[in-house]
């Protein structure tokens, strides 16, 4: 079993930033890659970041200019800072690993919203 605890969602005004984190644990977890999606109003389930095993960072054409995903690969957490951010960022931001075997987690989600 792995456990995804995110945290750092919160209320902000246009223009502030947050910094969301994520940390995997489990008894023999293996993580490779991390990524971070979010559910906006009205929309699909989208990728905003993505940094693999190997450190291939991908991210959202949505965000790209205005986030950075990191990683500290020790204790398998991710970071994401967003900037700038926009009332249309408003919505819930989830954590998701692939592990070594295969097996893909999702975290509970942690909500940020941005005022317009």
């Known amino acids: 079993q792995v456990h995804l605890m995110e945290s750092g969602g919160g209320l902000v005004q246009p223009g502030e930033s947050l910094r969301l984190s994520c940390t995997a644990s489990?008894?023999?977890?293996?993580?490779?890659?991390m990524a971070w999606y979010r559910q906006t109003p009205g929309k699909q389930r989208e990728l905003v970041a993505e940094?693999?095993?190997?450190?291939?960072?991908t991210y959202g054409d949505s965000v790209k200019d205005r986030v950075t995903i990191s990683r500290v690969f020790s204790n398998n957490t991710v970071f994401l800072q967003m900037n700038n951010l926009k009332p249309e960022d408003t919505g819930v931001y989830y954590c998701?690993?692939?592990?070594?075997?295969?097996?893909?987690?999702w975290g509970q989600g942690t909500q940020v919203t941005v005022l317009s």
């Open positions: 998701f690993i692939r592990t070594g075997n295969g097996y893909m987690w």
């Open positions: 489990g008894r023999t977890v293996t993580v490779n890659d």
């Open positions: 940094q693999t095993y190997y450190n291939i960072v």
